[in-house]
């Protein structure tokens, strides 16, 4: 099993300079890729294979990229991959080629789950955790359960019966959403440290009583997993926004209660502290 996670820096890097980089601490050139900035290194029954690529104009029109660039504080000009194979202990691996690759670059992490990391975010993740450096906290205990009960809260969109989940799915996709990290169906959003996980209920779900806004049940619902860090509500309320301009539909609060769409924007209006909670 293998897994990727990158830096990226905001200079050109020579891709010979990331290989040399790789030598030096004990890692030798991939045999199966006999070019500059391809490396590994191997150590304890781990491995991590390293390449270098620029970051072109054409990628500035993805979300991650644009990402990368609000982290550095100017445009990304070079990635480098770095593909995990064996746990933990490639994960050391990793972070000793990132910091090595800190002290003579400025350059932020992508980890695991496509979250961008500075490096005092990242020596501080080394500082308190036996392992699992490229992960963010909430993926440090992976039960669904203790995510809702610590760390999310859900909202609920109530859609007709005939606007099928997908359709949501591709509308967050189309505002940079990815595939839920944890390999589960749906898609996330994150902008910085917001995060939104979306993710559908059961077809025909009739959980709330006959409503003018969307005809008569059963009604199609998508979960709104809102996490708990700075700026995740307002991103679901982006979120509510952008379906509400495709379909009509209700909002079931955080204790599912319902709202409007224009209850939603009202409780932003007056900067509540729990948009979905009035």
Known sequence: MSANVHFVSSEVVDPAAVQALVVSLGGGHDPAHDEPGEATLVRDGAGVNVSTRGVAEADRKHAHVAAWDRALGSPARTRVTIELIGGDPAQWLAAEIVLAAADRWHLVIDDLADEVVTVPDFERRLARRQGGFFLPDDRLDPSPAARRRHRTKDATLLLPGDVPAEGVFGLVRSLGGRPVPDGHAGVALSRGTARVWVHARPPGFAGV??????????????????????????????????????????????????????????????????????
């Open 209 to 278: 009583p006959p409503q003018d806004v969307l005809g008569a049940p059963p009604y199609n619902a998508v979960v709104l997993e809102v996490f708990e860090a700075d700026g995740s509500q307002l991103l679901a309320v982006e979120l509510v926004e952008a379906a509400a301009v495709h379909w009509p539909l209700l909002v079931q609060g955080f204790r599912e209660q319902l709202m409007t769409v224009d209850d939603v924007r009202a409780r932003v209006a007056m900067d509540a502290d729990d948009v979905f909670d009035p």
